[in-house]
């Protein structure tokens, strides 16, 4: 039994020892280098060029602009293709832009035979722009004098929805006797992914077809999207796709590859490569959503949830990328969560800046709507004078919920047991009575913060995976899976698999964890929390088809049928439990038997048509300096339910680092910008991100119940682990303060407005 065992990362050697090779590994020794150029305002047009002085620099090999490129727009989102033109993603960018919507939107290209000549020669090209104002926000967006940023969207607003749960109204809610209502306006920034390897790829020609190496989670869609954007065949590119040291959803998106695919056309096939800085990947790939909420939550005195109000605005910036797919997304929590027992009224937009392009980070949406649901119900629960962990337990769904309007259901349900082993694991009920009215400098706090998550992406979007596995001389099994390891253990989680589903040890897997769109099985990438789940059941479809044909041959030889075979660590038995044969034994004669030679393969498709929620609560201790305006986490505890856990050390690794990543949403990550929606902090020392000196213990708890559409039984925890983290931190300073913060970051400068605004600050007193 392999599946629940926490064995060894599978790449742990070779990334540990540097024999992992990323992008910078394989790229041709003579590649040219491009250097993209950055328009200097974020809103405007481009008029022309002078290159003269650029074109003058030694080592140039090309240059060129927006007015150069094909005349194609095509989508960057790592969504798969619809075959329904109604439902495919937003085609608004072109290889170069001649209408800039966004600050260092790219307008031009230098190719030349080394970095620096390609830098040189990118600071001297001059362009001629004439500069419209930026817009900043939704709102001003949506003015009626606003400058469309997109022909196709004169009002700016990529996408409205809307929807109603229930069979009451929000004004009914308001008029049932002995009621509590609440209402507020939330807010989070954007945020970057941070991860650590850059934008990176490289492209050349082999004959007619284009080959791109690149650090990305959607080698098949960057296939895709190239062939798109080139105008060319699909088939005449051909992607690969190494290791990769991080993406968390930056890398779900097609950011360079398209240009770097035309650019070896310009060049008669030769090498190219563009490796964005740190600066230009933190300001112009993509950002997480920043959001605006106005909400409303009535409740009865004894703390039912009666009705909740819900207006989002999305700060989409100047591209569409993932479309209003997160903006609905966020607005689903609030169904997904709770129940209302009238109405639940929702009404989201997605709307054009002049901001950088957001896409997909880590938890699509649910991080900012878990934030602004779980801040509106705990300072319902204030207002109630209610224990805010008893009113969730009150008004949380139950086990068998289905979501009214996209029928994903829960068909296994852990939420009460996970809130009950947090709820142990903090002390919740002592610590919240011994931290209630606190006075003095120094104060602490207990809060929490329920999620719900999908497993994938049905029935929005096409789900599907395939897996191949080849059975060698050796009796070992080398596996082919079109999903991406990105850093997350996706690999290590496939060979458990593999292993099961065949009857083998896990050593004697071997997992290809390098993607070539030209020979590895069609999948469509690594997001969504859907690799155990989707691409898991690919993989033991394959397992046991492969086992199955292990075991007829076994039988051949045998000169019996396969019935009552088995295979347990290789070995072969029979059905008196006695050792026929070994795997090996089958593998060397079915490759080389003069009468039977066969070559044992299998691979298998799985068209997944169902979909499971993952559910979960994170409980933070903080310890609140209010002169000083800090917040420190003492401890944060976060509990999983996501079914059966496959590799338990990786799952707990895997929610540490999602952990961390709350953490920083919720204490100090900002991109900051200027009034021309120039980016003011795009760099690791300006951005902060938790150190290790930031981050407190961090304890993982997971309640295992075994869900019955998985193939093992598993649910999603990619994303997750940091979805509640900053919501659950907020509500401990309520806790600890009394004083509801209505937006992320909470940093020093904001607590303290805060604080003395509630009058908690006042010369050296303290109250």
């Not at 949406?365 to 224990?387: K, R």
């Not at 929490?448 to 009796?475: Q, W």
């Not at 990619?718 to 907020?730: D, H, K, Q």
Request: proline letters at 5%.
């Amino acid at each position: 039994m392999t599946v629940g065992q926490s064995i060894p990362r599978v790449d742990a050697h070779a990334k540990v020892t540097g024999t992992a090779q990323y992008v910078g590994d394989l790229e041709p020794h003579d590649a040219y280098f491009a250097k993209i150029v950055r328009a200097p305002v974020a809103n405007g047009l481009v008029r022309g060029f002078d290159l003269t002085a650029a074109q003058a620099v030694p080592n140039v090999v090309r240059i060129l602009t927006c007015f150069d490129v094909p005349d194609i727009q095509f989508p960057t989102a790592g969504h798969p293709w619809s075959l329904d033109p109604g439902h495919q993603d937003i085609s608004d960018r072109k290889l170069l832009n001649q209408r800039i919507r966004v600050w260092g939107d790219e307008i031009a290209v230098v190719i030349a035979r080394d970095r620096v000549s390609a830098e040189r020669a990118a600071r001297l090209v001059v362009p001629d722009i004439e500069a419209y104002p930026a817009i900043s926000t939704p709102q001003e967006a949506m003015q009626p004098d606003a400058i469309p940023l997109h022909e196709e969207r004169p009002n700016n607003i990529v996408a409205r929805t809307e929807f109603h749960v229930g069979d009451g109204s929000f004004a009914q809610a308001v008029d049932t006797p002995n009621t509590v209502m609440v209402s507020g306006h939330y807010h989070v920034p954007a945020v970057q992914h941070c991860h650590m390897e850059l934008v990176h790829s490289v492209a050349y020609m082999e004959g007619d077809k284009i080959v791109v190496i690149s650090s990305t989670q959607i080698p098949h869609i960057v296939r895709r999207v190239c062939g798109q954007a080139l105008g060319i065949p699909w088939s005449k590119v051909r992607v690969i796709k190494p290791y990769i040291g991080g993406g968390f959803g930056n890398k779900q998106d097609v950011l360079v590859e398209p240009l770097t695919a035309w650019l070896t056309t310009q060049v008669g096939g030769h090498a190219v490569k563009v490796e964005l800085t740190r600066e230009e990947v933190l300001g112009c790939t993509r950002t997480r959503h920043a959001f605006d909420w106005d909400v409303q939550a009535v409740a009865t005195a004894d703390g039912t949830l009666l009705a909740r109000t819900y207006r989002g605005f999305a700060n989409q910036g100047g591209y569409a990328s993932h479309g209003h797919a997160i903006a609905a997304n966020a607005s689903n929590v609030f169904k997904q969560c709770y129940r209302d027992r009238l109405s639940l009224d929702s009404e989201s937009f997605t709307v054009y800046t002049n901001r950088p392009t957001a896409g997909a980070m880590r938890g699509y949406g649910i991080p900012q709507g878990c934030f602004v649901m779980e801040a509106l119900t705990d300072d319902l629960a204030y207002a109630l004078h209610m224990d805010p962990l008893e009113f969730r337990l009150k008004n949380c769904v139950e086990a068998g919920y289905v979501d009214p309007h996209n029928g994903i259901t829960m068909h296994s349900y852990g939420l009460d047991q996970a809130i009950a082993k947090g709820r142990a694991a903090i002390d919740w009920d002592r610590k919240r009575a011994a931290y209630q009215d606190q006075t003095g400098p120094v104060r602490r706090g207990v809060g929490m913060a329920i999620f719900t998550y999908k497993s994938n992406v049905h029935p929005f979007s096409l789900e599907t995976a395939s897996c191949r596995m080849v059975l060698h001389e050796d009796g070992r099994v080398s596996v082919q899976m079109g999903a991406t390891e990105i850093g997350q253990g996706a690999d290590t989680v496939f060979t458990q698999m593999a292993a099961e589903s065949i009857g083998l040890p896990v050593s004697h897997i071997d997992i290809q964890s390098t993607q070539d769109t030209d020979i590895t099985p069609f999948d469509t990438g690594a997001y969504g929390s859907r690799q155990t789940y989707v691409c898991g059941t690919a993989c033991k479809l394959t397992g046991q088809s492969l086992r199955a044909k292990i075991l007829e041959y076994a039988a051949s030889m045998h000169a019996r049928g396969a019935e009552g075979l088995t295979i347990r660590d290789g070995i072969i038995y029979d059905e008196a439990d006695q050792q026929l044969c070994t795997v090996a034994e089958v593998g060397m004669e079915s490759s080389y038997s003069r009468t039977h030679s066969l070559h044992i393969t299998a691979e298998e498709t799985y068209h997944c048509e169902q979909n499971s929620f993952a559910t979960g609560v994170c409980f933070a201790e903080i310890e609140v300096d209010i002169p000083l305006g800090q917040i420190h986490v003492l401890r944060l505890v976060n509990v999983h339910d996501s079914g059966k856990i496959i590799n338990p050390k990786l799952a707990e690794a895997q929610c540490h680092g999602g952990m961390s990543m709350g953490l920083g949403y919720a204490l100090s990550e900002e991109l900051l910008f200027d009034d021309a929606c120039r980016p003011l902090n795009a760099n690791l020392l300006d951005y902060k991100i938790p150190t290790a000196m930031d981050t407190p213990d961090l304890e993982v708890h997971f309640v295992e119940i075994e869900d019955p559409t998985a193939p093992y039984g598993n649910k999603a925890l990619g994303e997750p682990p940091t979805i509640p983290v900053a919501a659950a931190v907020r509500n401990a300073l309520l806790h600890a303060t009394g004083i509801s913060v209505n937006s992320l970051p909470l940093t020093p400068q904001k607590l303290i407005e805060h604080f003395r605004e509630a009058g908690l600050l006042g010369g050296n007193r303290h109250v």
